[in-house]
């Protein structure tokens, strides 16, 4: 602007200007947004300069894909839409798996990124990064937009921040072509463009009827059980939530990233009795839960069904704001369609106060298998074997979360994954951050640096090796910004573990092995973070514990036996099977 203040203060016949770059930092300031992930390059470098001189926290990462799932995490724990920026073309694809994994589990984020001159791009004429990047996002999003006048910046923004919060959360791609940012206009005319969304996500009141019907069959359910899911921990409803699993006395089960929303210890949690009540249950409440793979698609044998497509019997309640996601698996008698704040207030004021609690024969029956599996699962964990298997190692970190309840926890992996959900407790809403929807590997670093930089809460990751290696490079961006991560990374020398041969005999290694006793360790050392090698759970717990203390970016490599765990964690059955035998 130095040079446009110039001009103004000699020229008085002239305006006072704004630009492209300003009208954008602009806009999303005035709605709340203060942050951005992303990496620099053409032509986003200086809007990305300007941002932080305006003010913004601007994280800068070393490939795109981990600054957006940084952006998708913080969409997730703050419902504020996290913002990814990056350049053209390949930028703009590397950022684009976040942004799809973002919308595939309802995160809301806004992935920017900057293109090349559309009269070339549209004519394939061979511009620097062509890529028709609108065309190419729009299928693979919530939805995406495209300014090409610095007047309507302003809407722009106001349309992705709506797409991305309102309705079902989700990533919108907005593109902002390089010439964009240095048009001029009149800073007044400027300021006035611009839009401060009123009630960005509006709640959604559910119909009284609706309600109505779900209580009725509530009421009348011999077997209850509440499923929360993700969308319930987005909701930050969670002591309604809280108060309607107490006061009806239903047992809960926690998906993944749901653990914690009540703490895992709680008494009515049926966690650890999850292929008891799963097909026992007869009427089931889904809040924020869909009934995708995770939950066998709400039939098959997992619900009690005869066979993989056999319904099990049960009805179900869903509250979801996404009206489609109605019957999209299996029938919902009672559908209750609004935001998960108005219909779990609506379903506690039609409650009251004299909600008769389930049978105890169900409740008994659960505590019973549940206190099993628990019993089961401490005699486990007693053990010391050498080298350290996942149990023992987790054991520790069980150890250290308990402890450190505000602690945020990414986890990713097969083994490592599986083992942490059930292993690790949670006691707090939104601390468990893991591979979602898809099952996918990468998100480690970019979930941790996202979750250090809008918490102010210590980030534990644990990763499996193979996971880890997908975002293993932003060990730096940690270094950088001194986050207080802790990286535990679960070394059992290769994806699902090391024991692979080469059934050729030949000299390369089996495809799911990597280096054998690899010092992940060093890679945190070489950037000035904590190293610990971790060979037993003592030493584990030392470095841990120092790690929470201090901090300070720490990585330790936990030596695991390569033959612990087994090919793909719990869903080995998705592995097809090949019918020729050799
Ligand atoms: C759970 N369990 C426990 C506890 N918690 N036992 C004792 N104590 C505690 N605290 C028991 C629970 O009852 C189950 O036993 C078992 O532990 C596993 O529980 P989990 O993890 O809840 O159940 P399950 O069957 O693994 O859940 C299915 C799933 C889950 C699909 C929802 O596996 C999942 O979220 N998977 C994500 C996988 C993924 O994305 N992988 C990344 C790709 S890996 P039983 O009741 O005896 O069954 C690429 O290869
Ligand atoms: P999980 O994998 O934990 O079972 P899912 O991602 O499958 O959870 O489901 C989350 C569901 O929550 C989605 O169907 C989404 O539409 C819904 N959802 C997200 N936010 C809200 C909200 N504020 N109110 C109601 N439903 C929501
Ligand atoms: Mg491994």
Redesign the pocket.
Known sequence: MGSVETQVATDSQSQEVTDGFHLVIDALKINGIDTIFGLPGIPITDFARKAQAEGMRVISFRHEQNAGNAAAIAGFMTQKPGICLTVSAPGFLNGLTALTNAT???FPMILISGSSEREIVDLQQGDYEEMDQLAIAKPLCKAAFRVLHAEDIGVGIARAIRAAVS???GGVYLDLPAKLFGQTVEAQVGKNSLIKVVDP?PR?IPAPDAVQRALDLLKGAKRPLI?????????Q?DEDIRALVERTGIPYLP????KGLLPDTHDQSAAAARSFVLPGADVVLLI???L?W??SHGKGKTWGGKDHKAWGGQKFIQ????PQ?MDSNVRIDAPLV????S?VGALLAGIGSGWAKPPADWLGAIEERKSKNLAKMAETLAKNPVPMNFHSALNVVRDIVKANPDAVLVNEGANALDFTRSIVDMYKPRKRLDV??WGIMGIGMGFAVGAAVVGRDPVIAIEGDSAFGFSGMEVETICRYNLPVCIVIMNNNGVYGGTDKNPTGGPDVAPTVFVKGARYDKMMEAFGGVGVNATTPAELRRAMEEAIRSRKPTLINAVIDETAGTESGRITSLNPQSAKKK
């Open positions: 595939t589990n309802c309705g079902r959360p996500a959604q499923l929360l899911g993700k969308g319930a921990a987005y909701a409803a998906m993944s990233m749901a924020g839960a869909r995708n995770l939950l509250i979801d704001i996404s996601e609004g935001d998960i704040g219909c979602g929807t």
